[in-house]
């Protein structure tokens, strides 16, 4: 039973419950992407960064939330009527917790200072040149994106299963559909966050 | 163990009708063609459903409680029972 409550809860769990903890998932994970120096600029991104502000990491997770939402809620109205305007928020807010999860990664510039070893032993000037790298910088780096894809299907996953049990959607059609939406709100939200909160 | 009652034929997969019903206290029997009400083409948990909906005056949100499921979770299953019945009895 536990392990289908981390990739469905949807199913079982009221939606007041689901509301509140997706709105406290909302600000801790907003307050770790600002000790972790994480911008989630993005619906599926996060990066790394040497400056920030405490407000930067928390409108990137209430763009992200809303842009969910608003594409979401609207595909789901528009395959059943009676999808409900709370069922689709907690879907949005929920399905971003596993990304969340991995601000951790930076524990102390950990993955920063990975990444900044990588990019130092690239010349700029001479691009041509092969460069040396650290095999433990690879090695490292390898093995952060294979735990970021873990946690990432995790988030499809959510979603998904989410916005199944909120619209009862059904088929193929509405597979394909719901992966270009994702598609769409991840150039949206990429778009606003560029716009508005760079 | 109370028995099922059987809907369907186990050689033909058609709907069955009733031919004969029987009194328990004066063994007085009757025969005739009866087909079943739609409802009991429905499985025991389906028609469970439909009873603990009646039960609860139609609040899916008492029902989910009951159930110890979601709304949503509630209201889909309504949704899928009301599109087998209309399929299965041409509504």
Redesign the interface.
């Known amino acids: 039973m536990s392990y289908k409550i981390l990739f469905n809860p949807f199913e079982r769990i009221s939606e007041v419950k689901l509301f509140v903890f997706g709105l406290i998932s909302l600000m801790l994970g907003s307050v770790l992407g600002f000790v972790f120096k994480g911008r989630f600029d993005g619906i599926f991104d996060l990066h790394f960064v040497d400056q920030i502000n405490i407000l930067n990491p928390l409108i990137d997770n209430v763009i992200n939330t809303l842009i969910l939402f608003l594409v979401f809620f609207s595909f789901g109205k528009y395959i059943n009527p009676k999808t409900r305007m709370i069922d689709i928020l907690n879907v949005s807010l929920i399905s971003r917790i596993p990304i969340y999860f991995l601000s951790f990664s930076n524990f102390n510039g950990f993955i920063s200072e990975v990444s900044n070893s990588i990019i130092s032993k690239i010349d700029v000037d001479n691009i041509t040149k092969i460069p040396t790298f650290e095999f433990s910088d690879i090695f490292i780096l390898l093995v952060f994106a294979a735990i970021s894809f873990i946690f990432l299907a995790w988030m499809i996953v959510l979603l998904w299963n989410g916005f199944k049990v909120s619209t009862n959607a059904k088929g193929i059609g509405n597979v394909v559909a719901f992966a270009f939406l994702i598609i769409l709100t991840e150039i949206l939200s990429k778009y606003l966050i560029i716009t508005f909160n760079s | 163990m109370i028995p099922k009652l059987p809907v369907i034929c186990p050689s033909c997969s058609d709907a069955l009708s009733v031919s004969e019903l029987s009194c328990s206290v004066c063994a007085t029997k009757v025969s005739g063609n009866f087909s079943l009400p739609a409802l009991m083409s429905l499985s025991q948990e389906e028609q469970s459903f439909i009873l603990d909906f009646f039960v609860s005056s139609g609040s899916l949100k008492e029902m989910?409680q009951k159930m110890?499921?979601?709304?949503?979770?509630v209201?889909?299953k309504l949704?899928?029972l009301i599109q087998k019945i209309k399929l299965t009895n041409n509504i």
């Open positions: 989910a110890g499921v979601s709304y949503p979770t209201r889909n949704d899928d």
